[in-house]
C-alpha cells in the first residue's frame, strides 16, 4: 500500500503541559489532529469545572489559525472530589471525562486517588450523568513488580469498578499487556481501550538498547515482546474496542537524561504516521480508520469528523530535537527514518 485516505483522527489521551511548554507542542498535536482529549495532570491538577475551562481557553489561544482544533477537557479525580463537579461536568460541552490517577503512578499523579473506595460516590455520579471514567490501569503499592502492575490493577480494582457500575462507561488507557486486551474484549461496548503508537511499535527491550534509553521509559512501562503483538493484534482485528490515544508527553531533555529520568515519550510529532507505521507492521490495514477515526467518537458519543487525510508511503526524518519553550524536546524516533508521510 502507497497511500491511505482516511476521515481526520482525534486523540484520545494527549498531554500539552501548560503556559509556554503547552505553546511549544499542541500545534504537533492540532495540524493532526481534530480533537484531543486533554490530561488534567497540571500542576495544580485540573479538579475543578472552572479550572476546566480556564486551560481549555488558554490551549486555543496557542493554536495556530491554520488548524482548526478543538480540546476535549478532562477532570482530575481526587479522594475529596466534589460530586457537584461532576455533575457541572457533565453538564458542559466542552468537559467530557474525569481521570483516574492511582496516588503515585505517573507523573503528577501525587494528588490521585488513594483508594478505590474513596471515590464510590463519585463514581455513581458519574455513572448517573454519563460522564465516562478513563482510567490509568496500575497498581502501585512497592511490592508489585512494575512489569506486573496492569494485571494486579485488572484484578483488584478495575473488576470490582466494572461490577458494582456496569453502566458506567469506563476508557482502559494506554493498555501495555495481552491480560489488558483479554480483559476489555471480554467486556461489553461499556469498556473500551487506548493504544498507543510507542507501544505497539517497541518492547522492553529498547529501554536499555545501545545502553539505557530515557527516551523510551514511559509509564506504564514497555513490556515484552509477546504482549506488543497482543496490542499489534487488538488494533489491527479487533475494530470498535480499541482506539488512538497518544500518550504523548513531552519533557524537557534535561529532565529526561537526569538521575532521575521523567518517564513519558513525545510522539506527536508525528502520531499519525506512527501508528501507521505500526499498522504495516501488522500487516492488516483493513481497521486502521475504524482505530484511529471512528471507535473513538462512537464511543464519546460525538460526531465523526468530516475531513479527509492522506497517508502516502514516503520517507523522512524524524528531528534529532525540538524546541520546547527555553529547553529542548527529544521525540520518538528521533534521527530515524519515517515510512510514512501525512499529507495536509
Not at 499542541?26 to 495532570?41: E, G, H, K, L, Y
Amino acid at each position: 500500500m502507497q497511500e491511505i485516505t482516511l476521515i481526520r483522527p482525534d486523540d484520545w489521551h494527549l498531554h500539552l503541559r501548560d503556559n509556554q511548554q503547552m505553546k511549544a507542542v499542541v500545534n504537533d498535536t492540532a495540524r493532526q489532529f481534530s480533537r484531543a482529549i486533554i490530561m488534567p495532570n497540571l500542576v495544580p491538577p485540573v479538579t475543578s469545572c472552572d479550572q476546566a475551562l480556564a486551560y481549555r481557553q488558554r490551549i486555543l489561544t496557542a493554536i495556530a489559525p491554520s488548524n482548526n482544533f478543538e480540546p476535549l477537557m478532562t477532570l482530575y479525580l481526587t479522594d475529596s472530589l466534589s460530586i457537584d463537579e461532576i455533575k457541572l461536568a457533565a453538564e458542559s460541552p466542552f468537559i467530557h471525562a474525569a481521570k483516574l490517577y492511582p496516588a503515585g503512578a505517573t507523573t503528577n499523579s501525587d494528588a490521585g486517588v488513594t483508594h478505590i473506595d474513596n471515590i464510590q460516590q463519585v463514581l455513581e455520579a458519574m455513572q448517573k450523568h454519563g460522564l465516562p471514567l478513563l482510567v490509568h490501569g496500575e497498581a502501585t503499592a512497592d511490592n508489585i513488580d512494575i512489569f506486573d502492575r496492569e494485571k494486579v490493577f485488572i484484578d483488584n480494582t478495575l473488576i470490582k469498578i466494572r461490577q458494582q457500575y456496569p453502566e458506567l462507561r469506563i476508557v482502559f488507557e494506554h493498555i501495555t499487556t495481552s491480560d489488558a486486551v483479554d480483559y476489555v474484549l471480554s467486556q461489553d461496548s461499556n469498556t473500551a481501550a487506548t493504544i498507543t503508537a510507542h507501544h505497539l511499535l517497541i518492547n522492553r527491550n529498547a529501554l536499555f538498547k545501545g545502553g539505557m534509553n530515557p527516551h523510551h521509559y514511559c509509564l506504564p512501562v514497555v513490556k515484552r515482546e509477546q504482549h506488543r503483538l497482543a496490542l499489534l493484534k487488538a488494533a489491527s482485528q479487533h475494530p470498535g474496542k480499541f482506539f488512538a490515544g497518544t500518550d504523548s508527553a513531552p519533557h524537557a531533555q534535561n529532565a529526561k537524561e537526569s538521575a532521575c529520568g521523567c518517564a513519558g515519550i513525545y510522539s506527536a510529532h508525528a502520531a499519525i504516521e506512527l501508528y501507521a507505521e505500526a499498522f504495516e507492521q501488522a500487516g492488516d490495514f483493513s481497521s486502521f480508520e475504524s482505530f484511529m477515526s471512528l471507535a473513538g467518537p462512537a464511543f464519546y458519543k460525538l460526531p465523526i469528523n468530516k475531513e479527509k487525510i492522506k497517508l502516502t508511503k514516503q520517507d523522512w526524518i524524524m528531528p534529532d530535537s525540538l524546541t520546547f519553550a527555553e529547553q529542548t524536546l527529544i521525540p520518538f524516533k528521533a534521527g530515524q527514518t519515517i515510512s510514512w508521510t501525512l499529507s495536509q
